[in-house]
């Protein structure tokens, strides 16, 4: 269904002509009625000619305003841009107009209400100047249509105008999203929101997530257009009951959506535009940025071109091509609008640097191949939020973690520069410890893994990664040192200690992988033939053998004995039962 937004100079007759057209009157408020100034948003529906069923949107036109009526225009198709005959072009017809080109809304017919205050010849030059302001935007050519809201001279016209521009092709599918721009309770029925859904057709029952505060409600009924029905699709004004969560905890400005299906931004990277009263964008300026029904603060981090890094206060659920409003809350005015480019850029000089790389019209695969180039790894579920799609095809994934194929081959040739110098800085060991491979290259250890896998020169050697081509091997001075040691120890059971024996910590590892050394407990070590001539002794021993026992068969002390018979506990050789032991 289309969604249609007035747009237009204050007191030009938009809620009148919207009055007119759907017999609702758009101003809610009584403050409205007794002003006849509209203040906030306004909400009504036709059926146009063609028996199309159309939701309008009608903002306020008072420049105090401007942020309510930003919050309405956004998720717009149509927009019916209101300017009255008798007063001709004004300021915020302008900043109105501006507001619609920067958002690219394409499609427009405008009002030229009052027309039964004016002769022929006023009626032909504000038509000719309506004309000509429209020259250079996104609204150039539209149909200007006279109409009096008051006697309905050309209403029929305007209707027709509409029908023939809304488009022709459905909202496109996609993550359902709905920005929420009215919440209240219902007595009886709990807390009621209203926005326009984009994206994706909803259902009574579902769940969903309230952006971005990160609660979480059911959708117990659908309305729209004061109907109830079972689901809604998108393109239509729409009024959910939620349960699970309060009406003061939803408020204009969030977003719902799917669990889990959106990531919040705090800093993007987004292609600007400026409208055509302004110049140049003052990077120092107080900025304000309209997304949806969303309005915060907002710094320029940095502007090359057209290219700009924006923080923003409130993080908010962001997307690739998400378009947006720019503001000067100095100066009161907008001075650009744009699309988001990066929603969740890794460095500013990067995102200026790359972010024009990114194209959102290409669609969501391409927007993540794009995202995930600049990235080099991401996540997989972060990714897929911020380019509105999965992954692209020729990524590689490794656990929760997807890799761009141009990353993955600078991560290899890290890795094997990174082992490669661990065996010239340890050449007795048998490869760099996985872990600490991950750690050098600041991935997880299940990319490390798929790395290593992935390279020709590596391979996995229990824990640890060394090059295929890689033997240890000990120096002259190493081996002396080895023999050395050996001859120690072959000296009697009451071994010297590993400290005693000045053996390098790697010489030792090497001989106790290789088996020619046995490690009994820290700092003890035993020759292979020494501990055969210990397990021999044990078979002596009956059941229920004592530490004494043993000292008296083995003829060694204390400082032996236990941690001998320790060891053997541990390898199952002896099963202790209290201060006694049996042989298995």
């Given at each position: 269904m289309?969604?249609i937004?007035?747009?237009?100079?204050?007191?030009?007759?938009?809620?009148?002509?919207?009055?007119?057209?759907?017999?609702?009157?758009?101003?809610?408020?009584?403050?409205?009625?007794?002003?006849?100034?509209?203040?906030?948003?306004?909400?009504?529906?036709a059926t146009?000619?063609?028996?199309?069923?159309?939701?309008?949107?009608?903002?306020p036109?008072?420049?105090?305003?401007?942020k309510?009526?930003?919050?309405?225009?956004?998720?717009?198709?149509?927009?019916?841009?209101?300017?009255?005959?008798?007063?001709?072009w004004?300021p915020?017809?302008?900043?109105?107009?501006?507001?619609?080109?920067l958002?690219e809304?394409?499609k427009?017919?405008v009002?030229?209400?009052?027309c039964?205050?004016?002769?022929?010849?006023?009626?032909?030059?504000?038509?000719?100047?309506?004309?000509e302001?429209?020259?250079?935007?996104?609204?150039?050519?539209?149909?200007?249509?006279?109409v009096?809201?008051?006697?309905?001279?050309?209403i029929?016209?305007l209707?027709?105008?509409?029908?023939?521009?809304?488009?022709?092709?459905?909202?496109?599918?996609?993550?359902?999203?709905?920005?929420?721009?009215?919440?209240f309770?219902v007595?009886?029925?709990?807390?009621?929101i209203?926005?326009s859904?984009?994206?994706g057709?909803i259902?009574?029952?579902?769940?969903?997530a309230?952006?971005?505060?990160g609660?979480?409600?059911r959708?117990?009924s659908?309305?729209?257009?004061?109907?109830s029905?079972?689901?809604?699709?998108?393109g239509?004004?729409?009024?959910l009951?939620?349960?699970?969560?309060?009406?003061?905890e939803v408020?204009?400005?969030?977003?719902?959506?799917?669990?889990?299906?959106?990531?919040?931004?705090?800093?993007?990277?987004?292609?600007?535009?400026?409208?055509r009263f302004?110049?140049?964008?003052?990077?120092?300026?107080?900025?304000?940025?309209?997304v949806?029904?969303?309005?915060?603060?907002?710094?320029l981090d940095?502007?090359?071109?057209?290219?700009?890094?924006?923080r923003?206060?409130?993080?908010l659920?962001?997307?690739?091509?998400e378009?947006?409003?720019?503001?000067?809350?100095?100066?009161?005015?907008v001075v650009?609008?744009g699309?988001?480019?990066?929603?969740?850029p890794k460095s500013t000089?990067?995102?200026l640097r790359?972010?024009?790389?990114?194209?959102?019209?290409?669609?969501?695969?391409?927007?993540?191949?794009?995202?995930l180039a600049?990235?080099?790894?991401?996540t997989a579920?972060?990714?897929?939020?911020?380019?509105?799609g999965?992954?692209?095809?020729?990524?590689?994934?490794?656990?929760?973690?997807v890799?761009?194929?141009?990353?993955?081959?600078?991560?290899?040739?890290a890795?094997v520069?990174?082992?490669?110098?661990?065996?010239?800085?340890?050449?007795?060991?048998?490869?760099?410890p996985l872990?600490t491979?991950?750690?050098?290259?600041?991935?997880?250890?299940?990319?490390?893994?798929?790395i290593?896998g992935?390279?020709?020169?590596?391979?996995?050697?229990?824990?640890?990664?060394?090059?295929?081509?890689?033997?240890?091997?000990?120096?002259?001075d190493?081996?002396?040192?080895?023999?050395?040691?050996?001859?120690?120890?072959?000296?009697?059971?009451?071994v010297?200690?590993?400290?005693e024996?000045?053996?390098?910590?790697?010489?030792?590892?090497?001989?106790?992988?290789?088996?020619?050394?046995?490690?009994?407990s820290?700092?003890?070590?035993?020759?292979?033939?020494?501990?055969?001539r210990?397990?021999?002794?044990?078979?002596?021993?009956?059941?229920?053998?004592?530490?004494?026992?043993?000292?008296?068969?083995?003829?060694?002390?204390?400082?032996?004995?236990?941690?001998?018979?320790?060891?053997?506990?541990r390898?199952?050789?002896?099963?202790?039962?209290?201060?006694?032991?049996?042989?298995?």
């Amino acid at each position: 269904m289309p969604l249609i937004g007035t747009a237009g100079h204050v007191d030009h007759g938009k809620s009148t002509l919207i009055h007119r057209m759907t017999g609702r009157d758009p101003d809610r408020w009584a403050e409205e009625k007794q002003r006849g100034l509209t203040i906030d948003l306004g909400f009504a529906w036709a059926t146009l000619p063609g028996d199309v069923e159309v939701s309008f949107v009608d903002v306020p036109g008072h420049g105090r305003f401007l942020k309510n009526m930003l919050a309405g225009i956004e998720a717009i198709d149509v927009a019916l841009l209101v300017v009255a005959a008798d007063e001709g072009w004004m300021p915020q017809s302008e900043e109105h107009l501006a507001v619609l080109d920067l958002l690219e809304v394409r499609k427009g017919v405008v009002a030229l209400t009052k027309c039964d205050l004016v002769d022929e010849d006023l009626l032909a030059l504000a038509s000719a100047e309506v004309e000509e302001r429209l020259a250079g935007t996104t609204l150039e050519g539209s149909d200007v249509v006279p109409v009096s809201g008051l006697t309905g001279a050309g209403i029929e016209d305007l209707e027709r105008a509409l029908a023939l521009t809304l488009p022709d092709d459905a909202h496109p599918s996609g993550r359902r999203r709905m920005w929420v721009d009215r919440s209240f309770p219902v007595a009886g029925a709990g807390t009621v929101i209203t926005g326009s859904l984009l994206g994706g057709p909803i259902s009574r029952e579902d769940l969903v997530a309230i952006y971005p505060v990160g609660r979480d409600a059911r959708v117990r009924s659908i309305q729209s257009h004061e109907r109830s029905l079972d689901s809604v699709g998108p393109g239509r004004r729409v009024a959910l009951n939620l349960s699970g969560i309060s009406y003061d905890e939803v408020t204009r400005g969030d977003m719902v959506g799917d669990p889990g299906a959106w990531h919040l931004s705090r800093r993007f990277s987004a292609r600007l535009r400026l409208p055509r009263f302004v110049e140049d964008l003052d990077r120092r300026g107080s900025h304000q940025l309209h997304v949806g029904t969303a309005s915060t603060r907002a710094w320029l981090d940095g502007l090359e071109g057209d290219i700009a890094v924006i923080r923003i206060e409130t993080a908010l659920p962001l997307t690739a091509g998400e378009r947006f409003i720019l503001r000067d809350t100095g100066r009161r005015m907008v001075v650009a609008g744009g699309r988001v480019l990066d929603p969740g850029p890794k460095s500013t000089r990067s995102a200026l640097r790359r972010s024009g790389e990114i194209d959102p019209d290409l669609g969501p695969e391409m927007v993540a191949a794009a995202l995930l180039a600049i990235r080099g790894i991401e996540t997989a579920d972060r990714l897929e939020a911020h380019a509105g799609g999965p992954p692209p095809s020729g990524a590689i994934s490794a656990g929760a973690q997807v890799v761009d194929p141009g990353r993955a081959r600078q991560l290899i040739a890290a890795a094997v520069d990174a082992v490669s110098s661990w065996h010239e800085s340890h050449p007795l060991r048998p490869g760099m410890p996985l872990a600490t491979l991950a750690g050098r290259l600041s991935v997880s250890q299940d990319l490390a893994e798929l790395i290593v896998g992935e390279s020709a020169d590596l391979e996995r050697s229990g824990p640890d990664v060394r090059r295929a081509d890689h033997a240890p091997g000990m120096s002259e001075d190493q081996e002396r040192a080895w023999v050395r040691a050996r001859d120690e120890l072959r000296a009697g059971l009451d071994v010297p200690s590993e400290s005693e024996l000045k053996l390098e910590p790697d010489v030792v590892a090497l001989k106790i992988r290789s088996g020619e050394l046995v490690r009994i407990s820290p700092g003890l070590v035993f020759l292979p033939d020494q501990i055969e001539r210990l397990r021999a002794m044990l078979g002596k021993l009956g059941d229920g053998f004592t530490v004494a026992d043993f000292r008296d068969v083995s003829g060694l002390t204390r400082k032996y004995a236990v941690p001998f018979l320790e060891w053997a506990d541990r390898e199952g050789l002896t099963v202790r039962r209290g201060d006694t032991r049996r042989v298995r």
